[in-house]
C-alpha cells in the first residue's frame, strides 16, 4: 500500500470519487478493509452515487465488514442518491446478517444511553462470532 509512504488513506480516485475502503468493500477484501478501519478511514465519506462503504456492505452480503464499519462509526442512517440507508439495501436484496446489523445499529444511534451502546457491543461481539462460525461451516 502506499500509506506506507505517508498519502492520505481518504483519498479519493476517479470516476467515481471512491475511497480505497469503498473498493476493498466492494470487492469484498476483508483484510484491507479491516486494515483501512483500523489506520483511520471514514466509513462516511460517499462517492458520486452518495454510497458509502456501509451501502457497499449491504449489497454485496459483507456483514464482516457491516459490522466493523459500524464499530468504526459507519453511519446507518446515511441514504445514498437513490434514498436509500444501507439497511433498505440489505433488505431489498434479502441479506439477512446485514440487515440485522444495520437494523440494531440505527435503533442504537437512537438510544443515548451509554448501556445501551454498551449492550449492543456486546451483542455485536457474540454475532461477530456466530458469522465467523456460519462461515467456517461453509
Do not use: W
Amino acid at each position: 500500500f502506499y500509506f506506507a509512504h505517508g498519502a492520505d488513506i481518504n483519498t479519493r480516485f476517479p470516476p467515481d470519487n471512491e475511497t480505497c475502503l469503498h473498493y476493498t468493500v466492494k470487492h469484498q477484501h476483508l483484510a484491507a478493509s479491516t486494515f483501512l478501519l483500523l489506520n483511520g478511514a471514514d466509513p462516511n465519506i460517499q462517492g458520486e452515487s452518495l454510497n458509502t462503504a456501509l451501502h457497499y456492505s449491504a449489497m454485496h452480503n459483507f456483514p464482516e465488514v457491516a459490522l466493523a464499519i459500524v464499530r468504526a462509526g459507519g453511519d446507518a442512517d446515511l441514504k445514498n442518491r437513490d434514498d436509500k440507508t444501507p439497511a433498505m439495501l440489505a433488505e431489498k436484496a434479502q441479506n439477512v446478517q446485514c440487515t440485522t446489523i444495520l437494523k440494531m445499529a440505527q435503533v442504537v444511534k437512537e438510544e443515548k444511553s451509554h448501556e445501551t451502546r454498551a449492550a449492543f457491543l456486546a451483542s455485536m461481539r457474540d454475532y461477530d462470532h456466530a458469522i465467523k462460525a456460519t462461515t467456517i461451516a461453509k
